[in-house]
């Protein structure tokens, strides 16, 4: 610890439940309730459903990375940091700036989207079936045959790799951080 001070157990504990907290939510969202809802619900249900998950998901997380970087900065004052310090504070920031795009902006933008496509898909009879795969051609068929749907689906694929992107920034940073963490536990 930097400080004179070593923070009581309660900020310690409030620093790895967020940080748990997080890292369980984005393993949870990123690589199982999104790839069991796609297999099993139709794709307007989930869409809807992923619409009003995904921005509570990503502004709790962009919450958590900004608490983890409060208690972590209170008690690393920048005048004492070591450089692995001042790399966890730079990777608690990094978190917290992207996570808060990907909460502000790309969630926002790729919801949005999703419904305009949707009402497009149901004026031509499509959305109830399960999984994108199940029925491929008539979507390239609307999109080909409707240039608003051509320009939304553009458009949503540039979010969707955007917001994925910032995904996956902050799940690295939240693995270094428990790295950190781990590695810096006195005992068990």
Known sequence: MATDQEPPFSVKLAQLLLLSTYWGMQIWVTF??????????????????????VPFYLHLGSACAFFN???????????????REAFQIFIFFVSVTVAAINAQWFGQMTSEIMADMHLVEQ??????DIGLSSNREAYAKLCQTDAKY?????????????????NVCCVACNFYSLSYMAENLSTL
């Open 123 to 128: 004026a031509c009879g499509l959305g109830q």
């Open 69 to 83: 970087l409060t208690i972590f900065a209170v008690y690393h004052p920048s005048d004492l940091l070591d450089e």
């Open 32 to 53: 199982i309730s999104s790839f069991v809802m796609d297999n099993h619900l139709n794709r307007h249900t989930y869409g809807f459903i992923q619409s009003r998950l």
């Open 150 to 166: 051509r320009h939304l689906s553009g458009r949503l694929r540039l979010y969707r790799l955007l917001s994925s992107l910032c």
